[in-house]
């Protein structure tokens, strides 16, 4: 069984027992999240249940495992002959989520 969730614009394909790295929740660790926003459901009998856009009914609960930032990604411009030289960088704030039960 799995679903395919939304969460901060970008969908997660998902399945009991796993583990999945989205953008930040709200939330302390070991509390529990629900995703409201399922897109699409596959049970064990491979029959498929899909939303318009998301179905009704249907959410998905998680426990928050880790709250934690990416590594920096590095930005460098360079333009020759022009003595322009910008380097920057960001880090992103990430949650990691064990995903628990599917319900519709």
Request: without cysteine.
């Given at each position: 069984?799995?679903?395919v969730v939304e969460s901060g614009g970008k969908q997660y394909r998902v399945?009991?027992?796993?583990?999945?790295r989205v953008d930040r929740l709200e939330g302390e660790?070991?509390?529990n999240v629900k995703?409201?926003?399922?897109l699409m459901i596959v049970d064990d009998n491979h029959n498929l249940t899909a939303?318009?856009?998301?179905v009704a009914g249907a959410s998905?609960?998680?426990r928050?495992?880790?709250q934690h930032r990416e590594r920096k990604i590095l930005v460098f411009k360079?333009?020759?002959r022009k003595r322009r030289r910008v380097k920057t960088g960001s880090r992103r704030y990430y949650t990691t989520l064990h995903i628990g039960e599917i319900g519709k």
């Open positions: 069984m799995y679903a399945a009991p027992g796993q583990k999945v660790l070991g509390s995703l409201d926003r399922v939303g318009n856009p998301i998905v609960s998680a928050i495992v880790e360079y333009a020759k």
